[in-house]
């Protein structure tokens, strides 16, 4: 059996863990989240993931967010690239454009993982 069948993705090992507050996450677990939420904490991939959520259908193309950004199209697929690896984002190829959409259930996991503060 491949080596790969066993790891989760980040975005899986989130959906696995017991919100922060219930239980402390083990090691292992610590170290598979922690590039989902680098992913997040570049304040360029956290504008593009805000604007392809909020775009039209809640999907959108580099052509369609270059312009909210004083970067290079090829910075904006690199960043776009990042959220799509940490599982934030799925993409489907439509000609010579890229399309972009949120994977809910990624965001989701991510907001029941933090969000279950007790008080």
């Not at 066993?6 to 507050?21: F, I, M, Q, S, W």
């Not at 690239?81 to 934030?88: D, F, I, M, Q």
């Not at 439509?94 to 990624?106: H, I």
Request: proline fraction near 5%.
């Amino acid at each position: 059996m491949s080596k790969s069948l066993l790891e989760l993705t980040p975005v899986e090992t989130v959906a696995c863990c017991a919100p922060l507050a219930h239980e402390p996450l083990a090691a292992r677990q610590a170290e598979r989240i922690a590039p989902l939420l680098k992913a997040l904490a570049d304040p360029v991939r956290l504008r593009l993931l805000s604007l392809v959520a909020s775009h039209a259908d809640g999907e959108a193309c580099v052509c369609d967010l270059n312009d909210a950004f004083d970067l290079s199209q090829p910075t904006i697929s690199h960043h776009l690239k990042v959220l799509h690896e940490a599982g934030l984002l799925d993409r489907s190829k439509r000609g010579v454009w890229v399309y972009y959409r949120v994977r809910a259930d990624a965001l989701t996991d991510l907001g029941a993982l933090i969000g279950g503060v007790a008080r």
